[in-house]
């Protein structure tokens, strides 16, 4: 199976530019795919596809990348976007999420 | 508005069987597949299964495969996901989900507790 590994958590603040990573254990083209998930709620789609904005999402969340490396950007970073962040990939079998990244206020 | 609704979910003792529904709306139901993928406490997210637009096709994780069955209704807008052998390692909270490739949709989920 694919391996995707994110980082465990990161601080940041209000009105910061923050990076999340996720490397693919082998290449998954471009169909890495990023969500967002609050306690209690279910997972809620931000990027499809490396770096395409699902519908209704703000301007202020990116993505980037090919092959094995991606990244997902929130800038700048608002108190509301304090979640965990997953990555999952669909181009190998059988589809695979990262850990997540959980996102802390400093 | 695109909506999922998942049910049946609840307090199962280990070996036992549970059948999970979720009803869809806001879509063509028949356009689209749909998945299951559910996540234990305080843990990530796992894939469990997905099925084709007319449910010929189906797969399914490693972890469940021989266990569980996911099949749909076209007809009633639902998913399901027939669940047998539960073990304690699958409690979680069940998500249906839109597919394929990315999963647009989630349902709100139904927490399944297996334990004696």
């Known amino acids: 199976d694919t391996v995707l590994t994110q980082s465990p958590a990161l601080a940041v603040s209000p009105g910061e530019r923050v990076t999340i990573s996720c490397r693919a254990s082998e290449s998954v083209s471009t169909l890495m795919h990023w969500y967002q998930q609050k306690p209690g709620q279910q997972p809620k789609l931000l990027i499809y596809?490396?770096?395409n904005l699902a519908s209704g999402v703000p301007a202020r969340f990116s993505g980037s990348g090919s092959g094995t490396d991606f990244t997902f950007t929130i800038d700048p970073v608002e108190a509301d976007d304090i979640a965990t962040y997953y990555c999952?990939?669909?181009?190998?079998?059988?589809?695979?999420f990262g850990g997540g990244t959980k996102l802390e206020l400093k | 508005e695109v909506q999922l609704v998942e049910s049946g979910g609840g307090l199962v003792q280990p070996g036992r069987s549970m059948k999970l529904s979720c009803a869809a709306s806001g879509f063509t139901f028949s356009d689209y597949y749909m998945a299951w993928v559910r996540q234990a406490p305080k843990k990530g997210l796992e894939w469990v299964a997905s099925?084709?637009?007319?449910?010929?096709?189906?797969y399914y994780g490693d972890s469940v495969k021989g266990r569980f069955t996911i099949s749909r209704d076209n007809a009633k807008s639902t998913l399901y996901l027939q669940m047998n052998s539960l073990r304690s390692e699958d409690t979680a909270t069940y998500y249906c989900a839109r597919d394929p490739a990315w999963f647009a949709y989630w349902g709100q989920g139904t927490l399944v507790t297996v334990s004696s």
């Open positions: 596809k490396a770096s």
């Open positions: 999952h990939q669909s181009w190998n079998s059988p589809p695979t």
């Open positions: 099925i084709s637009y007319e449910g010929s096709s189906t």
